[in-house]
């Protein structure tokens, strides 16, 4: 492999972010706050004009004025097309396939594809998008395919993010990276990059096993999770207070049960265990069980409003009003994506219309629920369920004349 130093200042190093969604987007905005010339590429014609507008098209705390600085400085562009860059960086979305759960790369072979012309001579290429084991070396191998006279003089490798929603800015910064090239000389190279920015460790290790420590961070989480929200489910039948137990429990020195919930949402733990469970289903039992148990605490959260409901009219002759707080997947985001909350409102919808009320205080407007101003959701209700533990709904006090439903914890204290 060759030895292509990039300048010190950065100030001859263009890097290209291929997706400006919810970690394409601040990663670009770092890297081009710390010297690089940064160009940002979406297929979204209107997050490409936002960007370049300097408006956020996400909601993370301080990203907004770091976005309008370097974009007023020049260091960031974005554009429909990738531009040609000394560095490139796969940060596009990898769902999964409806309900057999098979993980899609079709938009990291696309995105690879775009960049496969521009590529030059020491370029290095990194995928940070959540990926199926071997995903790295499969598009090393349709680069070199396309491009044999590249075999052996560019760098590729695979570098997971681990950020938490609404503290994306200090974590892409603080925390550590594992970074797995298809060679060592690739890893040093991807390093040397992340350098530049990450004041977090920077571990070593190869493309393979890097794919995979991303999947089993965050499939270690849903099997914890799991845990806690099969144990809500038993304290129901028990008629035991779960928040209490598990603060009891807790002051155990070696046990730390984490927080149930109405399931489990985001693009990461929701999404990544498949990817285990769909190349390795015969020696991935358990985190296939837990996926399941955190599937269906959505469909047993439905269950209990739909008896809830039922047992208010059986006393009341009417039909109750439903209040639904939050539809983000976790606290004090705007991020909806494979949220159990929005499961379980469209369950209420269907149900319940226009009885129900749908709140969720990060987002102005959605496609299918006229939303609600938090307060006045739930001054009016007869039933409140609450989905999701947000800040502002801390600021209500405790209602003793209404049935609550709190999945979440928000009164738990």
Same mark, same amino acid.
């Given at each position: 492999?060759?030895?292509?130093?990039?300048?010190?200042?950065?100030?001859?190093?263009?890097?290209?972010?291929?997706?400006?969604?919810?970690?394409? %987007? $601040?990663?670009? !905005?770092? =890297?081009?706050?710390?010297?690089? @010339?940064?160009?940002?590429?979406? &297929? +979204? *014609?209107?997050?490409?004009?936002?960007?370049?507008?300097?408006?956020?098209?996400?909601?993370?705390?301080?990203?907004?004025?770091?976005?309008?600085?370097?974009?007023?400085?020049?260091?960031?562009?974005?554009?429909?097309?990738?531009?040609?860059?000394?560095?490139?960086?796969?940060?596009?979305?990898?769902?999964?396939?409806?309900?057999?759960?098979?993980?899609?790369?079709?938009?990291?072979?696309?995105?690879?594809?775009?960049?496969?012309?521009?590529?030059?001579?020491?370029?290095?290429?990194?995928?940070?998008?959540?990926?199926?084991?071997?995903?790295?070396?499969?598009?090393?191998?349709?680069?070199?395919?396309?491009?044999?006279?590249?075999?052996?003089?560019?760098?590729?490798?695979?570098?997971?993010?681990?950020? %938490? $929603?609404?503290? !994306?800015? =200090?974590?892409?910064?603080?925390? @550590?990276?594992?970074?797995?090239? &298809? +060679? *060592?000389?690739?890893?040093?190279?991807?390093?040397?990059?992340?350098?530049?920015?990450?004041?977090?460790?920077?571990?070593?290790?190869?493309?393979?096993?890097?794919?995979?420590?991303?999947?089993?961070?965050?499939?270690?989480?849903?099997?914890?999770?799991?845990?806690?929200?099969?144990?809500?489910?038993?304290?129901?039948?028990?008629?035991?207070?779960?928040?209490?137990?598990?603060?009891?429990?807790?002051?155990?020195?070696?046990?730390?049960?984490?927080?149930?919930?109405?399931?489990?949402?985001?693009?990461?733990?929701?999404?990544?265990?498949?990817?285990?469970?769909?190349?390795?289903?015969?020696?991935?039992?358990?985190?296939?069980?837990?996926?399941?148990?955190?599937?269906?605490?959505?469909?047993?959260?439905?269950?209990?409003?739909?008896?809830?409901?039922?047992?208010?009219?059986?006393?009341?002759?009417?039909?109750?009003?439903?209040?639904?707080?939050?539809?983000?997947?976790?606290?004090?985001?705007?991020?909806?994506?494979?949220?159990?909350?929005?499961?379980?409102?469209?369950?209420?919808?269907?149900?319940?219309?226009?009885?129900?009320?749908?709140?969720?205080?990060?987002?102005?407007?959605?496609?299918?629920?006229?939303?609600?101003?938090?307060?006045?959701?739930?001054?009016?209700?007869?039933?409140?369920?609450?989905?999701?533990?947000?800040?502002?709904?801390?600021?209500?006090?405790?209602?003793?004349?209404?049935?609550?439903?709190?999945?979440?914890?928000?009164?738990?204290?």
């Amino acid at each position: 492999m060759i030895n292509y130093d990039w300048d010190i200042e950065t100030s001859l190093m263009k890097a290209c972010f291929l997706g400006l969604g919810y970690i394409g %987007l $601040p990663t670009a !905005i770092i =890297s081009a706050r710390n010297g690089i @010339d940064v160009s940002g590429t979406d &297929i +979204d *014609s209107d997050i490409v004009n936002k960007t370049n507008s300097g408006l956020l098209h996400i909601v993370e705390p301080e990203l907004d004025v770091i976005l309008k600085e370097v974009v007023s400085s020049g260091k960031l562009r974005a554009y429909t097309t990738p531009q040609p860059s000394d560095a490139y960086f796969i940060v596009v979305p990898t769902p999964f396939c409806g309900d057999t759960h098979e993980p899609d790369v079709s938009y990291v072979e696309a995105a690879t594809e775009s960049v496969i012309p521009l590529l030059k001579e020491g370029d290095l290429f990194v995928i940070e998008s959540t990926s199926p084991v071997g995903t790295t070396e499969r598009m090393r191998d349709r680069i070199f395919a396309a491009r044999p006279e590249l075999t052996g003089k560019i760098f590729i490798a695979y570098c997971p993010e681990r950020v %938490l $929603p609404g503290n !994306i800015v =200090s974590e892409l910064i603080n925390n @550590d990276r594992v970074i797995g090239g &298809i +060679d *060592s000389a690739s890893t040093e190279k991807a390093k040397e990059f992340y350098s530049l920015f990450v004041k977090g460790r920077l571990h070593s290790t190869d493309s393979r096993t890097a794919e995979m420590c991303k999947l089993t961070e965050n499939a270690s989480r849903d099997v914890q999770i799991a845990f806690a929200n099969e144990l809500s489910m038993i304290c129901e039948k028990a008629g035991i207070n779960v928040w209490e137990l598990i603060s009891l429990a807790n002051r155990h020195p070696r046990v730390n049960i984490l927080q149930p919930g109405c399931g489990v949402g985001g693009h990461c733990i929701a999404v990544d265990p498949y990817f285990i469970t769909s190349s390795y289903p015969e020696e991935s039992k358990l985190i296939a069980e837990a996926r399941a148990v955190n599937v269906n605490k959505a469909q047993w959260c439905i269950e209990r409003i739909r008896k809830s409901v039922e047992a208010y009219m059986a006393r009341n002759g009417r039909m109750p009003r439903i209040a639904v707080m939050g539809l983000a997947f976790k606290p004090d985001i705007d991020d909806l994506r494979e949220s159990p909350a929005v499961v379980i409102a469209s369950a209420v919808a269907d149900e319940f219309g226009n009885s129900a009320s749908f709140v969720e205080p990060n987002i102005e407007c959605h496609a299918r629920f006229a939303l609600t101003d938090y307060r006045k959701a739930y001054s009016e209700a007869d039933i409140v369920v609450f989905l999701v533990n947000h800040k502002e709904f801390h600021e209500l006090d405790f209602r003793s004349d209404v049935e609550t439903l709190d999945f979440c914890g928000t009164f738990k204290n």
